[in-house]
């Protein structure tokens, strides 16, 4: 089986010397409201997800110099399929969209791009984008840009268990040795440390199905507006929530706990 290979020598987990310094130093955003936003203007879902291109432009722009340093956005999910067929062509559309008119100033920038999800299914030409994308910045470490397309939380999961049993049937895997890292190790995010805050925009509190391994102990922080108006205020006003939170990682500072007489 292959081992965990990192897209960064900082690399870490969720304790790492990044996030105990106050970060956030990775934050993830569920993309949501294009189609609410279109819909109080009275214009096509589609509209709406060609504003949310532009709010990703300026998020990525804004975050570098709010701190983050790994930034990873949710851009169609594994049950985005469901959709009228006129709106999953645009969703598709969307990374050419996005790429064609950026990817130049990424490289040129320092920005490293990463697609996590499954490839299969995909149109051979939106694969070949994002593998041109991931290979025209993969020198780059100024900035990790993780796009998850055509992912999902709970298939990522069993992705990685299937990857996993597959080595242990062919023998070059000792089931025994399986814990919590080397599982970690088989999912399409490994290699980035995990999120230490997650962003909703839209008004939904949930977390459809993105990153759910990896958000044990991500902060999760939900915001009212919509994602094609979101911008760097709207990504200050998270990471001033998110540095207000006491992370303890599942531990306890000591006048919090009991000891017995």
Same mark, same amino acid.
Request: aromatic content about 8%; hydrophobic content about 45%.
């Given at each position: 089986?292959?081992?965990?290979?990192?897209?960064?020598?900082?690399?870490?987990?969720?304790?790492?010397?990044?996030?105990?310094?106050?970060?956030?130093?990775?934050?993830?955003?569920?993309?949501?409201?294009?189609?609410?936003?279109?819909?109080?203007r009275g214009l096509?879902?589609?509209? =709406?997800?060609? &504003?949310?291109?532009?709010?990703?432009? @300026?998020?990525? !722009?804004? /975050?570098?110099?709010? #701190?983050?340093?790994?930034?990873?956005?949710?851009?169609?999910?594994?049950?985005?399929?469901?959709?009228?067929?006129?709106?999953?062509?645009?969703?598709?559309?969307?990374?050419?969209?996005?790429?064609?008119?950026?990817?130049?100033?990424?490289?040129?920038?320092?920005?490293?791009v990463r697609a996590?999800?499954?490839?299969?299914?995909?149109?051979?030409?939106?694969?070949?984008?994002?593998?041109?994308?991931?290979?025209?910045?993969?020198?780059?470490?100024?900035?990790?840009?993780?796009?998850?397309?055509?992912? =999902?939380?709970? &298939?990522?999961?069993?992705?990685?268990? @299937?990857?996993? !049993?597959? /080595?242990?049937?062919? #023998?070059?895997?000792?089931?025994?040795?399986?814990?919590?890292?080397?599982?970690?190790?088989?999912?399409?995010?490994?290699?980035?440390?995990?999120?230490?805050?997650?962003?909703?925009?839209?008004?939904?509190?949930?977390?459809?199905?993105?990153?759910?391994?990896?958000?044990?102990?991500?902060?999760?922080?939900?915001?009212?507006?919509?994602?094609?108006?979101?911008?760097?205020?709207?990504?200050a006003d998270a990471?001033?929530?998110?540095?207000?939170?006491?992370?303890?990682?599942?531990?306890?500072?000591?006048?919090?706990?009991?000891?017995?007489?």
């Open positions: 089986m292959a081992g965990r290979s990192k897209t960064s020598p900082e690399a870490s987990g969720p304790a790492s010397a990044a996030s105990a310094a106050g970060g956030p130093f990775h934050v993830a955003i569920v993309m949501d409201g294009n189609g609410r936003w279109a819909q109080k096509p879902r589609t509209m =709406g997800h060609r &504003a949310g291109v532009e709010a990703l432009r @300026r998020t990525v !722009a804004a /975050a570098p110099d709010l #701190g983050v340093r790994w930034l990873t956005v949710f851009g169609f999910s594994t049950e985005n399929w469901s959709r009228p067929a006129a709106e999953v062509s645009e969703l598709m559309a969307l990374p050419k969209r996005y790429f064609d008119s950026d990817l130049k100033r990424l490289e040129r920038e320092g920005v490293r996590v999800g499954r490839r299969e299914g995909l149109a051979p030409d939106l694969v070949a984008l994002l593998n041109e994308a991931e290979q025209r910045t993969a020198r780059n470490d100024r900035f990790f840009l993780q796009i998850a397309f055509n992912y =999902g939380g709970q &298939a990522d999961i069993a992705d990685a268990a @299937r990857r996993l !049993a597959e /080595a242990a049937a062919a #023998g070059r895997l000792d089931p025994a040795t399986i814990n919590e890292s080397v599982f970690a190790g088989s999912l399409s995010t490994a290699g980035l440390p995990l999120p230490d805050l997650i962003i909703r925009p839209s008004g939904e509190q949930r977390l459809s199905n993105f990153l759910l391994w990896e958000a044990a102990y991500a902060e999760l922080v939900f915001q009212d507006v919509l994602w094609p108006d979101y911008d760097a205020a709207s990504l990471i001033t929530a998110f540095r207000s939170r006491d992370r303890r990682f599942g531990g306890a500072v000591s006048d919090d706990v009991l000891v017995a007489g």
